[in-house]
Structures are given as structure tokens and as C-alpha cells.
């Protein structure tokens, strides 16, 4: 195969992000995660503000709508297209690692794919939140359930398919086995589907 995508989606605080980099320097492939929004700006010319505050947020005003069915697209569907576009370019592109950005329901027609969903109890998620991620909020577990609305609220409004669902994923994996362990598992989903064998610099390529 000429080329293959991992896709992560996670709970907040779960690992999601670190096992997403973890992987992706394992298998030698590029990792997407906050570098889409540069990518973002130069598709839809917005500025990093305006992307940063839009690109995980739904329009629910009944009113905004309203007015801007007789305007042009909302914010957050433009920032949503030109996403879509952003993240089938990488795929395009080459082997990589998508975290988070609706990546594994953007790609899910694509056959060279494999999508997971992290989780974690949510003790563990509040301790990393705090001692890895450096967030200090005055309650983490208000703080974690809050991005984890806002992020299912968005996944679920512009997609077919709702947030953390297992079906729509190839494997879903809690974390409390450890971060470690679980890039040990995916790596090795990755390289059993694609066929993957590693070239002399012990970089993962795709058959």
C-alpha cells in the first residue's frame, strides 16, 4: 500500500495526543494535531484567533443562523469545509497520524485507515490535565468535562455519527494499561493491517 493514515479521536486528558506523537515517531510518519491550523489558515485565509475559536465550536444560535442563512456559510461550517479539505490533502499526501479534527469520519471511505478512540477513568484524566498537560483549573473535572461537550457537541453536529461511539472506530483502547502499552497495541494493528516492515533507519513503510 502506498500509503496509510491513523486517526485518533480521545477524551480530554486521556493520552490521546501523546500516543498519537508516540506513534507516529515509532513508524517514522508525519503527526497532525495543532499543525492543522496552520494548515487552515492558508485553505480558508481566517487568522489563528478566529480558527482557534471556531474550529471546535457549533453555531447554536437559532438568531446568528437565522441571519446567516441570507449571508454566507457560518464561521464554523467554513472552518469545517476547509478542515475537510486540510485533512484529505494530508491523507493524499502521505503516511501520517491525525489526532482529534473529525479525521477518522472525514477518511472513512478511504480503505488505507484505521481510526481509534482513547478513553481513561476520569481520576486519570484529571491527574494528567494537571502534572502533564500544566492546566491548573480551579476544578479539573468541571474543566475536562466541559472540552469533552464541547468536542462531542461538535463531532456530533457536523458529522453522521456521534462522538466515542465504538462502531464507528477499529479499536478503542482505555489508557489506564498505560500510554506505552498502548502505542505497543496499536503499532502493532498498524503493521499487521498494512504490512508494514521497517527500512534500515528502523522507519515504518507501508507495502
Avoid at 446567516?68 to 457560518?74: I, L, N
Wanted: overall charge negative; some cysteine; hydrophobic content about 30%.
Amino acid at each position: 500500500m502506498k500509503n496509510f493514515v491513523i486517526t485518533i479521536s480521545r477524551e480530554y486528558g486521556s493520552g490521546g495526543r501523546l500516543i498519537g506523537e508516540k506513534l507516529a515517531k515509532r513508524l517514522g510518519i508525519d503527526f497532525y494535531d495543532k499543525e492543522i491550523i496552520n494548515l487552515l489558515m492558508e485553505e480558508s485565509g481566517f487568522t489563528r484567533e478566529t480558527i482557534e475559536e471556531w474550529r471546535e465550536k457549533k453555531t447554536s444560535s437559532f438568531l446568528y443562523n437565522l441571519y446567516m442563512s441570507t449571508q454566507e456559510r457560518p464561521l464554523s461550517d467554513q472552518i469545517y469545509l476547509a478542515k475537510t479539505r486540510v485533512v484529505n490533502d494530508l491523507a493524499d499526501k502521505g503516511s501520517c497520524v491525525i489526532v482529534g479534527n473529525c479525521g477518522d469520519y472525514i477518511l472513512r471511505d478511504r480503505d488505507n485507515v484505521l481510526s481509534f478512540f482513547i478513553y481513561a477513568p476520569m481520576e486519570e484524566r484529571m491527574e494528567r490535565v494537571r502534572n502533564v498537560y500544566g492546566e491548573n483549573p480551579d476544578n479539573s473535572q468541571v474543566f475536562i468535562k466541559k472540552i469533552d461537550k464541547q468536542r462531542s457537541d461538535y463531532y456530533n453536529h457536523f458529522t453522521m455519527n456521534r462522538f466515542g461511539d465504538y462502531k464507528n472506530f477499529d479499536a478503542c483502547f482505555n489508557t489506564t494499561v498505560g500510554l506505552d502499552l498502548t502505542v505497543d497495541l496499536i503499532e502493532k494493528m498498524v503493521r499487521e493491517t498494512f504490512g508494514g516492515t521497517e527500512d534500515e533507519s528502523g522507519n515504518c513503510t507501508g507495502k
